[in-house]
């Protein structure tokens, strides 16, 4: 079973109201309360505005995925992609001690 979507929960994050939300999306206050008890799907137009107010992906604010926003590796700054690259070709071991390292380096900042 998916989860419920997660509309209510992003909006009340941004301190918006149902109303200021369906300002922002061109749409009636009873629209939105709509959509967040999942009586009504949003529109393509509507998920889209949601992803830029929300700074979240459609399929989050759907309560389809747990990941709230992609980064595309492109994204990165070379030394973070860098890193990246290598915790990938390590196994399991080494990202546990890898992960322990970088613990404890952070530890006390």
């Keep these: 079973m998916k989860e419920p979507n997660r509309i209510k929960d992003l909006r009340e994050e941004k301190n918006?109201?149902?109303?200021?939300l369906s300002v922002e999306l061109e749409v009636s206050q009873e629209t939105v309360?709509?959509?967040?008890?999942?009586?009504?799907?949003?529109?393509?137009?509507?998920?889209?505005?949601?992803?830029?107010?929300?700074?979240?992906?459609?399929d989050y604010i759907m309560g389809l995925s747990p990941v709230r926003r992609i980064i595309s590796e492109s994204a990165l700054p070379d030394d973070e992609a860098r890193l990246l690259s290598l915790y990938r070709k390590l196994d399991r071991t080494g990202r546990e001690k890898a992960?322990?390292?970088?613990?404890?380096?952070?530890?006390?900042?």
């Design 16 to 20: 918006m109201t149902q109303l200021r």
């Design 33 to 58: 309360s709509a959509y967040e008890i999942g009586k009504h799907y949003p529109s393509a137009k509507s998920l889209m505005r949601m992803a830029e107010l929300f700074d979240a992906s459609m």
């Design 99 to 109: 992960h322990s390292y970088l613990h404890g380096m952070t530890h006390d900042i």
